[in-house]
């Protein structure tokens, strides 16, 4: 009875504690969720004249809509705590028609912003990190100033990529501007005065648009460089780095080609690690002479490669991409000196090697056919049955009515016989009719 009433056995102790972090859990859910609000077909009319939103657009059968969903709730209230002023929503797109065609919602899960009646697409990983990035971006000043070398420097230990207007008012800082207008989906657009650089940062003139990366630092000129907002865009990538799909879209609008070394995700072995290292020395000894034709890079994992290429490569390998047109060069031997990979370089700026793939007629359709293989490779070989199931089964009925449909001919049964030798002396009495009225 002094246990019953007085305190708990160790068994009731465990269900007490379980049922707390249960209820902890559900708590802290709930919070989460309450700095998400759900959108519907009224939020343009409603909600979204001066505010700026971050908004999901998703569907219940989406896979990687679940994913997205805790990550999103988590981002939702993070950005309430930091005392953010965008504001976080999401929309069912399957239910909401009128606002996912508004914002011309294509695929599931879709992101974007909304801020002074201008949308705002995300195209990169759907990760906190980044989608909180691209909220700081868009949800922040279109250029940032920065009034002091220390607020230069923290930048400069924030971002791997600084894009600096330098200089007062003139028609250079308003192309700026400009081109920060389109490209903030992807970077940091900076302006600052002389005095906030490092004094080993040496201009010509000023106004000056400055891009530091590298370790080092790059001017836009004019007349070399052509438009200002093209420039940022071929430039605003690391010379040597570590990419992934999202990363090759995006380069893919630059107009450069990407020289990359593909190597095994996590543990590299020796030739990995000496591929990886030649194509950073490379980038690096070379880049006057590469730089305004090639990104250089790694990249983990082939199966980005083997889609584009449509068959497995062996790894480590080397590969040079042209994202304008899916298409690819394969070098013509091996590369294992610095040298290999100067003259590889060297034939695709010259022609001598050609490129492969493409995005043609026929090279879509094959790509069709080897997505669906690959698709299907691995139910028929750890699932055959299921795998004759799911496709035998309608291939049969199928083929059973089209057989069916050929087999049904119209026939004449024995009533019809009759009907027709009845009509028959009719039919002759009209017509010695007929010929009598013509004679």
């Known amino acids: 009875?002094?246990?019953?009433?007085?305190?708990?056995?160790?068994?009731?102790?465990?269900?007490?504690?379980?049922?707390?972090?249960?209820?902890?859990?559900?708590?802290?859910?709930?919070?989460?969720?309450?700095?998400?609000?759900?959108?519907?077909?009224?939020?343009?009319?409603?909600?979204?004249?001066?505010?700026?939103?971050?908004?999901?657009?998703?569907?219940?059968?989406?896979?990687?809509?679940?994913?997205?969903?805790p990550v999103w709730h988590q981002i939702g209230s993070e950005l309430k705590s930091l005392g953010s002023p965008v504001n976080v929503g999401?929309?069912?797109?399957?239910?909401?028609?009128?606002?996912?065609?508004?914002?011309?919602?294509?695929?599931?899960?879709?992101?974007?912003?909304?801020?002074?009646?201008?949308?705002?697409?995300?195209?990169g990983p759907r990760t906190k990190e980044g989608i909180l990035d691209f909220a700081d971006r868009i949800g922040g000043p279109l250029v940032r100033s920065l009034y002091s070398l220390q607020l230069f420097q923290h930048a400069m230990s924030r971002h791997n990529i600084l894009i600096v207007y330098v200089g007062a008012t003139s028609q250079l800082k308003e192309n700026f501007t400009s081109a920060a207008e389109e490209l903030i989906v992807h970077t940091y657009f900076f302006s600052c005065s002389r005095d906030a650089l490092p004094k080993n940062v040496s201009l010509p003139s000023l106004p000056a648009v400055v891009i530091f990366k590298d370790g080092t630092f790059v001017i836009y000129n004019e007349e070399r460089d052509g438009d200002l907002k093209m420039w940022v865009n071929r430039?605003?990538?690391?010379?040597?780095?570590?990419?992934?799909?999202?990363?090759?879209?995006?380069?893919?609008?630059?107009?450069?080609?990407?020289?990359?070394?593909?190597?095994q995700e996590k543990i590299l072995c020796e030739q990995s690690l000496r591929y990886k290292a030649l194509v950073e020395r490379v980038a690096a000894d070379h880049r006057e002479a590469y730089n305004r034709n090639f990104y250089f890079g790694f990249m983990e994992g082939s199966d980005y490669i083997n889609g584009l290429v449509m068959s497995e490569v062996t790894m480590p390998t080397f590969i040079m991409l042209n994202l304008s047109n899916d298409g690819y060069f394969l070098p013509p031997g091996a590369l294992e000196t610095e040298q290999h990979l100067l003259d590889f370089l060297d034939g695709v700026l010259d022609g001598s090697i050609q490129c492969q793939g493409g995005n043609g007629v026929g090279q879509r359709v094959r790509r069709i056919i080897y997505d669906v293989k690959v698709t299907l490779t691995p139910i028929f070989s750890q699932a055959p049955l299921l795998g004759c199931a799911l496709f035998g089964l309608p291939l049969t009925i199928?083929?059973?009515?089209?057989?069916?449909?050929?087999?049904?001919?119209?026939?004449?049964?024995?009533?019809?016989?009759?009907?027709?030798?009845?009509l028959a002396p009719s039919l002759q009495h009209r017509k010695k009719i007929r010929n009598k009225k013509s004679d």
């Open 1 to 69: 009875m002094y246990l019953k009433y007085g305190l708990c056995s160790r068994h009731e102790s465990r269900v007490v504690v379980h049922l707390n972090a249960v209820s902890l859990s559900v708590l802290l859910f709930a919070s989460a969720s309450a700095f998400v609000e759900e959108l519907d077909n009224s939020f343009m009319k409603t909600k979204a004249k001066d505010e700026i939103w971050l908004i999901t657009f998703y569907a219940p059968w989406c896979t990687m809509c679940k994913h997205l969903d």
């Open 90 to 123: 999401q929309s069912d797109a399957t239910v909401n028609n009128d606002l996912s065609k508004e914002f011309r919602v294509r695929n599931y899960p879709a992101i974007l912003m909304l801020k002074k009646g201008v949308k705002y697409n995300y195209s």
């Open 235 to 263: 430039e605003r990538f690391p010379n040597y780095s570590k990419i992934d799909s999202y990363t090759l879209y995006a380069m893919g609008e630059s107009g450069k080609l990407v020289v990359l070394a593909v190597v």
């Open 398 to 422: 199928i083929a059973t009515l089209c057989y069916l449909c050929c087999r049904v001919q119209p026939t004449v049964n024995d009533d019809d016989d009759q009907g027709i030798a009845l």
